[in-house]
Structure formats: structure tokens, C-alpha cells
């Protein structure tokens, strides 16, 4: 077993490098979100404004079995 004295120290120890290691990842993320920020104000007006289209296309419905039963048997 470890002296009461020398614990305090081992769980000081741990809590600093888990503080350390969440600055250091949070750090990280800033860094990278900045460099982002940056590549988005370089970029040219019309590019940062273009808006997403969509082409919608109609389709027929397909009669289902439970709607219209007497039809599709009388086809067979």
C-alpha cells in the first residue's frame, strides 16, 4: 500500500494531466476552428453565397393491394 502522504501526490499528479490533456484538446480545436474561420474569409463573395438547389421530379403512384384488391385480381 501506498503512504497517505505519497497517494496525495500520485492523485494530484493524475488530476493535473487530465486537466492538462482537456486544455491541450481544447486548444487543438480552437487552432483548427480559427484556421476554418480563415479559409472561409478567403474565399470569394459568390462563392459563400451560392444556395443549394433541388430538382423535384413527379411520380405516379402504384396502386397498393389493400386499396383496390378486385382490380388487380381481375388483371391476373
Given at each position: 500500500m501506498m503512504e497517505s502522504?505519497?497517494?496525495i501526490y500520485v492523485a494530484v499528479?493524475?488530476?493535473l494531466s487530465v486537466?492538462?490533456?482537456?486544455?491541450v484538446y481544447l486548444w487543438r480545436?480552437?487552432?483548427q476552428v480559427r484556421e476554418l474561420q480563415r479559409r472561409l474569409d478567403r474565399q470569394?463573395?459568390?462563392?459563400q453565397r451560392s444556395t443549394p438547389s433541388a430538382t423535384?421530379?413527379?411520380?405516379?403512384r402504384v396502386p397498393s393491394?389493400?386499396?383496390q384488391p378486385e382490380e388487380l385480381v381481375e388483371q391476373g
Open positions: 502522504g505519497t497517494a499528479i493524475v488530476t486537466w492538462i490533456g482537456i486544455f480545436i480552437d487552432a470569394p463573395e459568390h462563392q423535384l421530379r413527379v411520380q405516379q393491394l389493400e386499396q
